[in-house]
């Protein structure tokens, strides 16, 4: 066997040591090089603010040195965990000793290799190697040059070696520290091994020799540094083979991935975000595009840091939660300012792009269906990148252009660019690139073809979204069958068992939907838990379902659903119609009609009844014995995801069929409502209103809400003064100039101005007694401005609006405090109460409660 000159430089064990071959002084100098760059002016400008898991890095050593280092932890407290990579120790040091690395000295392979004795086992195959054994290894081979046989590389890019205590020529016998350790009781034999003579170990000759095999995967298996945001360097990351997780696909353009190795780093910021917000109460903030804060996620009672996007609404803002790579939308009272000390840490995920393919049909947009389906099969995935670049260029775009690759249930390996150009969902575009021949080479290696990749349900290996669990507990093998035995094979012609009805005459509900037949689904309130508890188990087990081929789905077949929300539910085809699906949510009502690659024909936890009832009114008909539009629009608005009561009044002789059903909403009966306003007839709906037995809380709470009895709505200080319309403005005659303020834009369309010659009269004469708010004026000479300023000092005083009328004149408040001249245009929310206005000077509007509305 050819020999290899090494140096042991670091032990732990028997079982993890590191040794570096005897180069000559190619180690020396570069240490050399090293130390006197860091200790030039130079090299203390490099300075690290904020260090990052796995960032290429020098460290100084205990013995003032500086060494190359990559950062393997983040213990806190202005120290960080780094091993040195040309001599495998690691250490706790303060972020002042560590700097940034020049490139040049990334261009050396890293000279520390990881390795592990042959043969060998701990002693009496126990667990670990004991202390005794550890110190026997470090005293014969601790710092010693010796001669090493590598007998197998092991999955894991460690080494397994046999050692030999001296540096002598092939012909003569050396001793083997692996056998030396088993003859003085500190190591034992595998089970299977065959022991040779020493003498003839090391003279056997291999093809390729072990210098050759070392050299090579000393290259590959070296490590790179794992760079998470825009700005950083990721040239030596290029042509690279990068293990990492899936974790959110919006389209081919848009994948967010996470380094495998940030799964402890993940844990440790969240558990700061959670010391930091759980006990934190919320403030009004002024929040803009781009800034950086703590969101909570509600289902999940999780911290995350994010990044606004843009603001939706006053009160509803879009997010990227940029260490998950996920966009949502979230009320503003989920949202916290980030602390500067969680702003160190770099992004935890990097958005990608597939690159060498465009999207099919002849557009430049990726279509529904290819981003669902890559969705489908990328999302959660274990899967290898590889960063492509030209190498007539140095500048990293963004996102990064990747190739990437993943492994079908039979294990083989296949390119995701190339599953989509197969599946008719992209093109094939070429990159004019001039990469080196061994990248050709490399990635002709990884080509999968095309016939091997055909099979009726194509898998991948998928983790749980969930970033609290390690990859290994996610994909466990008994996680996985103990969800199996919940649900049954694909293609079943079972269905889902029927709502099952609550044991009693009279209990709460919340209206999960109203159908466009006017069905009124409800989720009884007692299985609520069960029914959230179901999901989450279907969210956190179904990624191991792979992508399904074409399919000719049936009506009336049962179904997993994954909805608009990315989340997947129990489901009912309703109507097949042409490549699209409408489907029922099983659990909830809701129809609606999706494409077929959201779907998956197979049934989950099928012994649990389907949680809503759909229900009927109890002798109501409808006009026209058919819930019109109108009457369904008001149903939809006054009982979704509303609390009632439900009385059962009939029970259905199909289990499938609605429950005949009075239905409670604060008190007052749905039937009599709508028969009130014209929607329906009722029979006997003054026996209805007398059905429902008042609480103590409803007595309660009507005490609290309603102070105002019917007598004294006659009373002089609750009448409504009926206010005239503002007066209409006098218009300058057609085709001449006139001098105008522009006051309100709300497009190019539509300018609200204001004549100069108008302006300056208001402010100079004021007509009449009463001004167009209602409010009297002091002096005829009085101008606008000074009325606006003098009711403002006793706005307190004035009566609340009390009519709601279309162009009602009153005073509203403005977002800078001050009262002003308005009108109602319209109501816009019932509850709370919120109206729309027009300032009527300005031409603006606003939504407003009626504390901020005065006669």
């Known amino acids: 066997m050819t020999d290899v000159s090494v140096t042991v430089c670091h032990i732990n064990s028997p079982g993890d040591f590191y040794l570096q071959l005897i180069e000559g002084l190619d180690i020396l100098f570069l240490l050399k090089t090293i130390e006197e760059f860091y200790k030039s002016e130079d090299g203390e400008n490099l300075e690290i603010l904020c260090p990052v898991q796995d960032q290429a890095c020098v460290a100084k050593f205990e013995d003032g040195i500086w060494y190359r280092a990559k950062v393997i932890g983040l213990p806190g407290h202005q120290e960080v965990e780094v091993k040195y990579v040309d001599f495998g120790n690691t250490a706790k040091i303060t972020i002042k000793d560590v700097r940034k690395i020049k490139d040049e000295f990334l261009n050396a392979p890293e000279k520390a290799i990881k390795c592990k004795l042959a043969y060998i086992e701990p002693y009496k195959r126990t667990m670990q190697w004991s202390k005794e054994a550890k110190e026997k290894f470090e005293e014969k081979a601790q710092d010693k040059f010796m001669t090493c046989s590598v007998i197998k590389i092991l999955e894991d890019n460690v080494l397994l070696v046999e050692l030999f205590d001296s540096l002598g020529a092939p012909e003569m016998t050396t001793t083997s520290i692996n056998d030396q350790l088993v003859k003085e009781g500190l190591a034992s034999y595998e089970i299977g091994y065959i022991l040779k003579d020493n003498s003839q170990k090391h003279i056997e000759v291999w093809d390729p020799s072990p210098e050759e095999i070392i050299s090579n995967e000393v290259h590959n298996l070296n490590p790179v540094s794992a760079k998470s945001l825009p700005n950083e360097n990721f040239q030596s990351l290029y042509n690279k083979e990068l293990p990492v997780h899936i974790c959110n696909v919006i389209s081919p353009e848009k994948i967010y991935v996470q380094w495998l190795l940030t799964e402890n780093l993940l844990n440790s910021l969240e558990e700061k975000m959670i010391a930091a917000y759980e006990n934190s109460k919320w403030e009004p903030v002024k929040w803009e595009n781009d800034m950086h804060c703590a969101v909570k996620i509600q289902d999940k009672n999780q911290w995350r840091r994010g990044q606004i996007i843009r603001m939706v609404t006053d009160t509803l803002v879009e997010v990227l939660l940029y260490d998950v790579g996920v966009e949502l939308v979230v009320n503003v009272d989920c949202l916290r300012k980030l602390e500067e000390n969680l702003k160190t840490m770099g992004r935890l995920s990097l958005e990608c792009s597939l690159v060498d393919i465009r999207p099919a049909g002849g557009s430049d947009k990726w279509t529904a269906t290819a981003c669902d389906c890559l969705s489908l099969y990328l999302t959660g995935a274990v899967a290898t990148i590889i960063l492509q670049v030209d190498s007539e260029e140095n500048n990293t775009t963004w996102p990064l252009p990747v190739k990437i690759f993943c492994r079908d249930e039979k294990g083989e390996r296949v390119d995701v660019s190339k599953y989509l150009i197969k599946k008719g969902l992209a093109l094939r575009e070429r990159r004019i690139n001039n990469l080196d021949n061994s990248h050709s080479l490399s990635e002709k290696s990884l080509e999968v073809p095309l016939e091997q990749e055909d099979s009726v349900v194509t898998n991948c290996i998928k983790t749980n979204f969930d970033p609290d669990k390690k990859t290994a507990d996610i994909i466990s093998e008994q996680k996985v069958s103990e969800f199996q035995e919940k649900i049954l094979e ?64 049936k009506k009336g077949e049962a179904c997993a659903v994954r909805g608009s929300d990315t989340l997947w539910y129990r489901g009912k085809v309703m109507e097949v119609v042409g490549g699209a699906v409408r489907v029922q949510y099983l659990d909830h009502g ?119 009895r019917f007598e004294e709505l006659l009373s002089a200080e ?93 005073l509203a408040e403005y977002d800078d405090g001050l009262w002003y001249r308005a009108k109602i245009v319209a109501i816009k929310e019932f509850n709370p109460l919120s109206i729309l206005v027009q300032f009527v000077d300005y031409g603006s509007t606003a939504k407003l409660t009626l504390n901020r509305l005065k006669i």
């Open 490 to 553: 694909p293609r079943t012609t079972r269905g889902y068992k029927p709502p099952a009805i609550p044991n009693m005459n009279v209990f709460e509900a919340t209206v999960s939907c109203v159908g466009d037949d006017g069905t009124i689904f409800v989720v009884p309130k007692l299985s609520e838990f069960e029914l959230i508890k179901m999901t989450n188990e279907i969210q956190s087990n179904l990624k191991c379902l792979g992508l399904l081929e074409p399919y000719f789905w």
């Open 718 to 810: 609750t009448d409504t003064p009926l206010l005239p319309p503002y007066l209409s403005s006098s218009l300058p005659s057609p085709g001449e100039l006139y001098a105008v303020q522009v006051k309100h834009v709300v497009s190019p369309n539509e300018v609200y101005i204001c004549l100069d010659s108008i302006e300056t009269s208001n402010q100079s004469n004021q007509h009449s007694d009463t001004d167009d708010s209602g409010v009297s004026g002091e002096s005829e000479s009085e101008s606008l401005d000074e009325a606006l300023q003098r009711v403002n000092k006793k706005v307190e005083a004035l009566p609340p609006l009390t009519d709601f009328r279309t162009e009602m004149p009153c």
């Open 590 to 708: 809701f129809t609606e009609k999706i494409p077929q690659c959201h779907l998956y024909p197979i049934l989950l936890y099928p012994d649990i009844p389907q949680f809503c009832i759909p229900c009927q009114l109890h002798n109501t008909t409808p006009v026209g014995n058919v819930w019109q539009p109108d009457a369904i629009e008001v149903l939809q608005q006054l009982l979704s995801k509303r609390q009632v009561d439900i009385h059962i009044m009939e029970l259905p002789k199909n289990p499938w069929e609605k429950l005949s059903i009075h239905l409670y909403f604060d008190g007052m009966s749905l039937s009599y409502f709508m028969a009130y306003y014209k929607y329906c007839t009722s029979e006997h709906t003054e026996e209805m209103l007398k059905e429902k037995p008042r609480s103590d809380h409803d007595k309660k709470y009507e005490e609290e809400q309603w102070e105002i």
